[in-house]
Protein backbone atom coordinates (compact mmCIF):
# COMPACT_ATOMS: atom_id res chain seq x y z
CA UNK A 1 0.00 0.00 0.00
CA UNK A 2 1.56 3.58 -0.93
CA UNK A 3 -0.10 6.93 -0.15
CA UNK A 4 -1.46 7.15 -3.90
CA UNK A 5 -3.16 3.13 -3.70
CA UNK A 6 -4.74 3.98 -0.37
CA UNK A 7 -8.20 5.75 -0.01
CA UNK A 8 -9.21 6.23 3.82
CA UNK A 9 -12.72 4.97 4.20
CA UNK A 10 -12.41 5.95 8.60
CA UNK A 11 -15.94 7.98 8.23
CA UNK A 12 -18.80 6.61 5.66
CA UNK A 13 -21.75 8.66 5.91
CA UNK A 14 -25.36 7.66 4.52
CA UNK A 15 -27.57 10.33 3.07
CA UNK A 16 -30.81 10.01 1.84
CA UNK A 17 -31.35 10.05 -1.78
CA UNK A 18 -34.38 12.15 -0.69
CA UNK A 19 -33.05 14.66 1.54
CA UNK A 20 -32.34 17.28 0.05
CA UNK A 21 -31.39 19.74 3.06
CA UNK A 22 -28.88 16.65 3.76
CA UNK A 23 -27.56 16.32 0.42
CA UNK A 24 -26.68 19.85 -0.02
CA UNK A 25 -24.43 19.65 2.87
CA UNK A 26 -22.23 17.02 1.21
CA UNK A 27 -19.49 19.67 0.21
CA UNK A 28 -19.14 20.87 4.10
CA UNK A 29 -18.38 17.62 5.85
CA UNK A 30 -14.96 15.68 6.37
CA UNK A 31 -16.28 12.25 5.96
CA UNK A 32 -14.56 10.06 3.48
CA UNK A 33 -17.00 8.64 1.65
CA UNK A 34 -20.78 9.28 1.41
CA UNK A 35 -23.61 7.04 0.90
CA UNK A 36 -26.38 7.80 -1.32
CA UNK A 37 -29.16 5.72 -0.06
CA UNK A 38 -31.81 4.34 -2.04
CA UNK A 39 -32.94 1.78 0.13
CA UNK A 40 -34.21 1.50 4.12
CA UNK A 41 -33.19 5.53 4.18
CA UNK A 42 -36.48 6.16 1.69
CA UNK A 43 -40.12 5.76 1.88
CA UNK A 44 -41.84 3.43 -0.04
CA UNK A 45 -43.49 6.46 -1.68
CA UNK A 46 -40.46 8.40 -2.59
CA UNK A 47 -38.84 5.90 -3.81
CA UNK A 48 -39.23 6.55 -7.41
CA UNK A 49 -38.32 10.05 -7.58
CA UNK A 50 -35.24 8.82 -4.99
CA UNK A 51 -34.07 7.30 -8.24
CA UNK A 52 -34.97 9.75 -10.79
CA UNK A 53 -32.93 12.00 -8.54
CA UNK A 54 -29.57 9.82 -8.79
CA UNK A 55 -27.63 11.34 -12.34
CA UNK A 56 -28.18 14.75 -10.96
CA UNK A 57 -26.67 13.86 -6.91
CA UNK A 58 -23.37 12.28 -8.53
CA UNK A 59 -23.19 14.90 -11.40
CA UNK A 60 -23.31 17.60 -8.95
CA UNK A 61 -20.97 16.07 -6.32
CA UNK A 62 -18.23 18.21 -5.22
CA UNK A 63 -14.82 17.77 -6.73
CA UNK A 64 -13.52 18.13 -3.49
CA UNK A 65 -14.85 18.72 -0.12
CA UNK A 66 -14.60 22.38 2.01
CA UNK A 67 -11.08 20.46 3.78
CA UNK A 68 -9.78 20.02 0.23
CA UNK A 69 -10.40 16.15 0.43
CA UNK A 70 -12.06 13.87 -2.59
CA UNK A 71 -15.09 12.14 -1.23
CA UNK A 72 -16.03 9.09 -2.36
CA UNK A 73 -19.89 8.66 -3.67
CA UNK A 74 -21.12 5.23 -3.47
CA UNK A 75 -24.94 4.68 -4.14
CA UNK A 76 -27.05 1.96 -2.38
CA UNK A 77 -29.43 0.62 -4.42
CA UNK A 78 -32.31 -2.03 -3.33
CA UNK A 79 -32.26 -5.65 -2.87
CA UNK A 80 -31.66 -7.08 -6.72
CA UNK A 81 -34.08 -9.58 -5.11
CA UNK A 82 -36.72 -6.54 -4.51
CA UNK A 83 -39.01 -5.49 -7.36
CA UNK A 84 -36.76 -1.98 -7.41
CA UNK A 85 -33.58 -3.74 -7.48
CA UNK A 86 -32.91 -4.19 -10.99
CA UNK A 87 -33.73 -0.51 -11.97
CA UNK A 88 -31.89 0.77 -9.42
CA UNK A 89 -29.02 -1.09 -10.38
CA UNK A 90 -28.88 0.10 -14.04
CA UNK A 91 -29.32 3.85 -12.93
CA UNK A 92 -27.10 3.52 -10.54
CA UNK A 93 -24.53 1.76 -13.29
CA UNK A 94 -25.19 4.96 -15.53
CA UNK A 95 -24.54 7.54 -12.85
CA UNK A 96 -20.94 6.70 -12.84
CA UNK A 97 -20.67 6.90 -8.96
CA UNK A 98 -17.22 5.56 -7.39
CA UNK A 99 -19.49 1.69 -6.19
CA UNK A 100 -22.54 0.54 -5.74
CA UNK A 101 -23.54 -1.00 -2.30
CA UNK A 102 -25.49 -3.95 -2.51
CA UNK A 103 -27.96 -4.67 0.49
CA UNK A 104 -29.26 -8.17 1.51
CA UNK A 105 -26.41 -10.05 -0.30
CA UNK A 106 -26.68 -13.16 0.95
CA UNK A 107 -24.29 -15.30 -2.16
CA UNK A 108 -21.46 -14.95 -4.12
CA UNK A 109 -23.91 -15.23 -6.90
CA UNK A 110 -25.55 -11.89 -5.88
CA UNK A 111 -22.17 -9.79 -6.77
CA UNK A 112 -21.66 -11.84 -9.91
CA UNK A 113 -25.26 -11.22 -11.10
CA UNK A 114 -24.45 -7.61 -10.49
CA UNK A 115 -21.13 -6.99 -11.86
CA UNK A 116 -22.30 -8.90 -14.97
CA UNK A 117 -25.02 -6.28 -15.48
CA UNK A 118 -22.13 -3.54 -14.91
CA UNK A 119 -20.16 -5.68 -17.48
CA UNK A 120 -23.12 -5.63 -20.09
CA UNK A 121 -23.32 -2.11 -19.78
CA UNK A 122 -20.00 -0.98 -20.23
CA UNK A 123 -19.29 0.64 -17.27
CA UNK A 124 -15.71 1.28 -16.57
CA UNK A 125 -13.80 -1.44 -13.97
CA UNK A 126 -12.91 1.31 -11.73
CA UNK A 127 -16.99 1.18 -10.51
CA UNK A 128 -16.48 -0.80 -7.26
CA UNK A 129 -19.50 -3.09 -5.44
CA UNK A 130 -19.69 -2.88 -1.98
CA UNK A 131 -21.69 -5.70 -0.46
CA UNK A 132 -24.04 -4.98 3.05
CA UNK A 133 -23.35 -8.48 5.38
CA UNK A 134 -26.71 -8.10 7.30
CA UNK A 135 -28.36 -11.31 6.82
CA UNK A 136 -27.72 -14.68 8.41
CA UNK A 137 -27.04 -16.62 4.93
CA UNK A 138 -24.42 -13.92 4.20
CA UNK A 139 -22.92 -14.89 7.63
CA UNK A 140 -22.61 -18.63 6.60
CA UNK A 141 -21.06 -17.67 3.00
CA UNK A 142 -19.00 -15.01 3.84
CA UNK A 143 -15.73 -16.71 2.91
CA UNK A 144 -17.11 -17.40 0.00
CA UNK A 145 -18.29 -14.17 -1.27
CA UNK A 146 -14.69 -12.43 0.25
CA UNK A 147 -13.06 -15.08 -1.67
CA UNK A 148 -14.85 -12.59 -5.02
CA UNK A 149 -12.45 -9.87 -3.77
CA UNK A 150 -9.41 -11.85 -5.37
CA UNK A 151 -10.82 -11.28 -8.62
CA UNK A 152 -10.28 -7.70 -10.24
CA UNK A 153 -13.02 -8.88 -12.25
CA UNK A 154 -15.83 -9.45 -9.91
CA UNK A 155 -15.11 -5.65 -8.48
CA UNK A 156 -15.64 -6.31 -5.10
CA UNK A 157 -14.04 -3.98 -2.95
CA UNK A 158 -15.68 -3.32 0.46
CA UNK A 159 -17.93 -5.49 3.20
CA UNK A 160 -19.92 -3.30 4.78
CA UNK A 161 -22.05 -4.44 8.29
CA UNK A 162 -25.55 -4.05 8.17
CA UNK A 163 -26.39 -4.38 12.18
CA UNK A 164 -29.93 -3.58 11.96
CA UNK A 165 -30.69 -6.10 9.76
CA UNK A 166 -28.71 -8.56 11.72
CA UNK A 167 -30.44 -8.26 14.90
CA UNK A 168 -34.10 -8.15 13.03
CA UNK A 169 -32.99 -11.59 11.34
CA UNK A 170 -31.41 -13.20 14.31
CA UNK A 171 -33.06 -12.35 17.29
CA UNK A 172 -29.93 -11.58 18.48
CA UNK A 173 -29.88 -8.52 21.48
CA UNK A 174 -28.24 -5.44 20.57
CA UNK A 175 -26.71 -5.14 23.70
CA UNK A 176 -24.76 -1.84 24.19
CA UNK A 177 -21.33 -3.87 24.70
CA UNK A 178 -22.12 -6.09 21.06
CA UNK A 179 -21.11 -8.79 22.93
CA UNK A 180 -23.40 -11.27 20.53
CA UNK A 181 -22.81 -9.24 17.96
CA UNK A 182 -18.99 -9.41 18.22
CA UNK A 183 -18.24 -12.88 16.73
CA UNK A 184 -20.28 -12.10 13.80
CA UNK A 185 -18.09 -8.49 12.98
CA UNK A 186 -14.80 -10.25 13.69
CA UNK A 187 -15.85 -12.92 10.85
CA UNK A 188 -16.33 -9.99 8.30
CA UNK A 189 -13.06 -8.60 9.28
CA UNK A 190 -11.21 -12.17 8.78
CA UNK A 191 -12.93 -13.01 5.65
CA UNK A 192 -12.67 -9.10 4.43
CA UNK A 193 -8.85 -9.54 4.87
CA UNK A 194 -8.49 -13.16 3.14
CA UNK A 195 -10.46 -11.50 0.07
CA UNK A 196 -7.91 -8.33 0.11
CA UNK A 197 -11.22 -6.57 1.29
CA UNK A 198 -11.84 -3.31 2.80
CA UNK A 199 -14.27 -3.14 6.04
CA UNK A 200 -16.66 -1.37 7.73
CA UNK A 201 -18.48 -1.19 11.00
CA UNK A 202 -22.40 -0.74 10.96
CA UNK A 203 -24.03 2.27 11.91
CA UNK A 204 -24.71 3.54 15.93
CA UNK A 205 -28.46 4.27 16.01
CA UNK A 206 -28.21 6.86 19.14
CA UNK A 207 -26.73 9.46 17.24
CA UNK A 208 -27.02 11.74 20.19
CA UNK A 209 -24.60 10.26 22.01
CA UNK A 210 -21.55 10.64 20.94
CA UNK A 211 -19.52 9.21 24.07
CA UNK A 212 -21.14 6.25 23.29
CA UNK A 213 -20.77 6.42 19.78
CA UNK A 214 -16.82 7.81 20.46
CA UNK A 215 -16.48 4.00 22.60
CA UNK A 216 -18.02 1.84 19.56
CA UNK A 217 -15.72 3.84 17.07
CA UNK A 218 -12.29 3.02 19.31
CA UNK A 219 -13.49 -0.84 19.88
CA UNK A 220 -13.98 -0.95 15.98
CA UNK A 221 -10.97 0.37 14.92
CA UNK A 222 -9.21 -2.46 17.75
CA UNK A 223 -11.26 -4.76 16.06
CA UNK A 224 -9.77 -4.50 13.10
CA UNK A 225 -12.67 -2.13 10.82
CA UNK A 226 -11.58 0.15 8.55
CA UNK A 227 -14.29 2.86 9.19
CA UNK A 228 -17.87 2.81 10.44
CA UNK A 229 -20.68 4.10 8.77
CA UNK A 230 -22.86 7.17 10.05
CA UNK A 231 -26.03 7.99 10.01
CA UNK A 232 -25.36 11.95 11.29
CA UNK A 233 -22.78 14.46 10.76
CA UNK A 234 -21.65 14.78 14.61
CA UNK A 235 -20.65 11.40 14.23
CA UNK A 236 -17.69 12.06 11.75
CA UNK A 237 -15.08 13.72 13.92
CA UNK A 238 -15.33 10.59 15.80
CA UNK A 239 -14.59 8.04 13.44
CA UNK A 240 -11.60 9.76 11.39
CA UNK A 241 -10.08 10.24 14.35
CA UNK A 242 -10.69 6.39 16.15
CA UNK A 243 -9.93 5.01 12.58
CA UNK A 244 -6.64 7.15 11.81
CA UNK A 245 -3.69 6.26 13.10
CA UNK A 246 -2.22 7.38 16.38
CA UNK A 247 0.87 10.23 16.67
CA UNK A 248 2.40 7.14 19.13
CA UNK A 249 1.91 4.46 16.45
CA UNK A 250 3.19 6.68 13.73
CA UNK A 251 5.94 7.35 16.23
CA UNK A 252 6.59 3.63 16.75
CA UNK A 253 6.29 2.88 13.16
CA UNK A 254 8.62 5.34 12.12
CA UNK A 255 11.43 4.48 14.44
CA UNK A 256 10.92 0.40 13.35
CA UNK A 257 12.06 2.75 10.12
CA UNK A 258 14.70 3.79 11.03
CA UNK A 259 16.35 0.64 12.83
CA UNK A 260 15.64 -1.07 9.62
CA UNK A 261 17.65 1.73 7.76
CA UNK A 262 20.80 1.53 9.78
CA UNK A 263 23.52 -0.74 8.13
CA UNK A 264 24.34 -2.65 11.11
CA UNK A 265 20.61 -4.02 10.54
CA UNK A 266 20.74 -4.43 6.48
CA UNK A 267 20.91 -7.82 6.37
CA UNK A 268 19.20 -8.95 9.41
CA UNK A 269 15.70 -10.52 9.66
CA UNK A 270 15.19 -9.93 13.22
CA UNK A 271 16.30 -7.24 15.99
CA UNK A 272 16.06 -5.97 19.14
CA UNK A 273 14.30 -2.35 19.52
CA UNK A 274 12.97 -0.57 22.73
CA UNK A 275 13.79 -4.26 24.66
CA UNK A 276 11.17 -6.27 22.16
CA UNK A 277 11.85 -8.42 19.22
CA UNK A 278 10.86 -6.66 15.98
CA UNK A 279 10.65 -8.41 12.31
CA UNK A 280 10.84 -7.35 9.02
CA UNK A 281 6.83 -8.26 8.92
CA UNK A 282 6.47 -5.55 11.59
CA UNK A 283 8.70 -3.28 9.14
CA UNK A 284 5.82 -4.05 6.80
CA UNK A 285 3.22 -2.89 9.02
CA UNK A 286 5.13 0.30 10.05
CA UNK A 287 5.06 1.25 6.02
CA UNK A 288 1.38 0.21 5.44
CA UNK A 289 0.64 2.48 8.88
CA UNK A 290 2.87 5.43 7.76
CA UNK A 291 1.53 5.22 4.19
CA UNK A 292 -1.64 5.51 5.57
CA UNK A 293 -0.89 8.55 8.04
CA UNK A 294 0.48 10.21 5.30
CA UNK A 295 -2.76 9.72 2.87
CA UNK A 296 -4.80 11.27 5.38
CA UNK A 297 -2.51 13.91 6.96
CA UNK A 298 -2.43 12.33 9.84
C1 LIG B 1 -31.27 10.29 11.87
C2 LIG B 1 -31.85 11.47 11.15
C3 LIG B 1 -33.30 11.14 10.71
C4 LIG B 1 -31.88 12.68 12.11
O1 LIG B 1 -32.44 13.76 11.40
P1 LIG B 1 -32.64 15.18 12.09
O2 LIG B 1 -33.35 15.03 13.40
O3 LIG B 1 -33.27 16.05 11.05
O4 LIG B 1 -31.17 15.65 12.38
P2 LIG B 1 -30.67 17.07 12.80
O5 LIG B 1 -31.78 18.05 12.92
O6 LIG B 1 -29.81 16.88 13.98
O7 LIG B 1 -29.75 17.51 11.58
C5 LIG B 1 -28.85 18.57 11.70
C6 LIG B 1 -28.36 18.99 10.34
O8 LIG B 1 -27.62 17.90 9.76
C7 LIG B 1 -28.19 17.50 8.54
N1 LIG B 1 -28.13 16.04 8.44
C8 LIG B 1 -28.71 15.14 9.24
N2 LIG B 1 -28.41 13.91 8.85
C9 LIG B 1 -27.62 14.03 7.77
C10 LIG B 1 -27.01 13.08 6.90
N3 LIG B 1 -27.18 11.74 7.08
N4 LIG B 1 -26.25 13.55 5.91
C11 LIG B 1 -26.07 14.88 5.71
N5 LIG B 1 -26.65 15.84 6.49
C12 LIG B 1 -27.43 15.40 7.49
C13 LIG B 1 -29.64 17.98 8.60
O9 LIG B 1 -30.14 18.16 7.30
C14 LIG B 1 -29.50 19.27 9.36
O10 LIG B 1 -29.05 20.25 8.46
P3 LIG B 1 -29.34 21.82 8.70
O11 LIG B 1 -30.78 21.95 9.09
O12 LIG B 1 -28.99 22.46 7.40
O13 LIG B 1 -28.40 22.23 9.82
C15 LIG B 1 -30.98 11.88 9.94
O14 LIG B 1 -29.72 12.18 10.42
C16 LIG B 1 -30.90 10.83 8.85
O15 LIG B 1 -31.82 10.70 8.06
N6 LIG B 1 -29.80 10.09 8.78
C17 LIG B 1 -29.59 9.09 7.78
C18 LIG B 1 -30.46 7.88 8.01
C19 LIG B 1 -30.25 6.80 6.98
O16 LIG B 1 -29.75 7.04 5.92
N7 LIG B 1 -30.62 5.56 7.31
C20 LIG B 1 -30.40 4.43 6.45
C21 LIG B 1 -28.98 3.97 6.51
S1 LIG B 1 -28.52 3.11 7.95
C22 LIG B 1 -28.89 1.47 7.59
O17 LIG B 1 -29.67 1.23 6.72
C23 LIG B 1 -28.20 0.44 8.38
C24 LIG B 1 -27.97 -0.94 7.79
O18 LIG B 1 -28.56 -1.27 6.60
C25 LIG B 1 -28.28 -1.94 8.85
O19 LIG B 1 -28.96 -2.94 8.57
O20 LIG B 1 -27.81 -1.75 9.97
MG1 LIG C 1 -29.71 -2.98 6.49
Known amino acids: MTTDTY ?9 PASNDKALAKIAQLSCDAVIIDLEDGIAQADKVSAREKLAGIVANRPVANHFGRRCEMIVRINALSSERGADDLLAAANCLSDGILLPKVSTPRDILEAGDVLDDNLVPDDVKLWAMIETPKAMLNIGAIAELGRDPASRLACFVAGTNDLVKDTGVLPTPDRRYLVP ?6 LAARAGGLDVLDGVFNDFRDLDAFGRECAEAAVMGFDGKTLIHPTQIEAANNAFAPSSEAVAEARAVKAAFSLP ?13 MVERLHLAQAEKLL ?8
Open 7 to 15: RPRRSVLYV
Open 184 to 189: WLMQMV
Open 264 to 276: ENAGKGVIALDGK
Open 291 to 298: AKAAAIGA
